[in-house]
């Protein structure tokens, strides 16, 4: 897909209205605005109530949710719109409007007989795709579930929910499976992006105001280059998950070329953001000297949801065997 100085604009209108009204949002765990704001149906086309599929604009929209600190199920309830949309109708029919309005939280999650998701005991239902397709699993009030007490993220706590002997409804193929997977990849991969550049723009700001050797520590050419290095990282992520996700936005189902250069290329993008973004963070936690160590900081909450990203939907190395597979390696 061809880009021009108009989607560069647009693109940074839709981070600065995105920034500004996550900036003023009081309900951080509530996703009934966020569906307000069109955010929910980001992956769903204008014909069935969303608006289009739309990988990069839901990727930024990722980011900005990240760097925000947001709480809310918006990734398993977005995920879920985008399967009921190409679901049969009878399906579609009982989940799509509830879950584009936010009224039903829906989890999405890798196959497998236990799950983790975002939501805990508010998910009525679990999309799970894998190499079998894709499958709905209603949860129902005996359906076991627990807090994940191996979970680090204290702003959205993972839950385990135990699917085995639950009744699979199937709603999608394997390839749309495979690209669901995909444009998830992506999106914990632009929330991880999101927690590092809130950690990097903190740091930054926190070391031009402290002195040593009466000189701003930001002067320091040893801490510059330190600095310079997460910039990078940061600018480096944010162009390897927008490429992807705009080749993802121009693939359709039927070209399976083009689709699978989308699905390597969103592994690449993961398994580097995946493998790195906890790095950056712990480094902005060392460069911010005693407070960076204090738990109640910030910076130890982007660590948490970094760590998190990193294995919601798949690792680092299974990206990379991902990649690998590709190759023929």
């Known amino acids: ?45 204008e014909e069935r109530g969303g608006v289009g599929w739309r990988p990069a604009e839901a990727c930024l929209i990722a980011e900005e949710l990240g760097r925000a600190h947001d709480r809310s199920p918006w990734f398993g309830c977005a995920m879920a719109a985008a399967a009921f949309a190409d679901a049969p109708d009878a399906v579609s029919g009982d989940w799509l409007a509830d879950t584009l309005s936010g009224t039903t939280i829906t989890g999405f999650a890798p196959a497998g ?7 805990g005991d508010k998910v009525r239902a679990v999309i799970t ?12 009030e005996s359906s076991a ?70 000189a701003p520590i930001a002067s320091f050419q040893a801490v510059q280059h330190r600095l310079v ?19 993802l936005g121009s693939a359709d189902l039927g070209d399976g070329a083009r689709l699978r250069a989308a699905i390597v290329q969103s592994a690449a993008a993961h398994a580097f953001v995946a493998a790195k973004a906890t790095a950056a963070i712990d480094e902005c936690i060392q460069l911010s000297g005693g407070i960076g160590f204090t738990w109640e900081y ?14 919601l939907l798949g690792t680092a190395r299974s990206s990379r065997a991902l990649l690998a597979e590709a190759s023929g390696w």
Request: negative net charge; contains cysteine; proline residues 2%.
């Open 129 to 140: 795709a894998g190499s079998d397709g894709l499958h709905l699993v209603e949860l129902g």
């Open 298 to 311: 910030p910076l130890h909450h982007e660590m948490r949801r970094a760590a998190t990203d990193a294995v």
């Open 1 to 45: 897909m061809d880009r021009d100085d108009g989607d560069d604009l647009d693109f940074e209108l839709l981070r600065a209205s995105a920034r500004e009204f996550l900036a003023g949002r009081g309900d951080k765990d509530s996703v009934g605005d966020l569906a307000a704001m069109d955010w929910l149906g980001l992956l769903v086309s």
């Open 229 to 247: 290095d997460l910039l990078v990282f940061e600018v480096k992520s944010r162009a390897i998950v927008a490429k992807a996700a705009r080749t």
């Open 145 to 214: 579930r627990w807090l994940d007490c191996d979970a680090l993220d204290t702003a959205r706590p993972g839950w385990c929910v135990d699917l085995n002997g639950a009744t699979r409804v199937p709603i999608g193929s394997a390839i749309q499976a495979e690209r669901l997977n995909a444009v998830g990849r992506l999106l914990v991969s632009a929330d991880a992006l999101g927690a590092m550049s809130s950690a990097r723009a903190r740091l930054t700001s926190y070391l031009k105001g402290r002195t040593a050797f009466g």
């Open 113 to 119: 007989n236990v799950v983790r998701i975002v939501g």
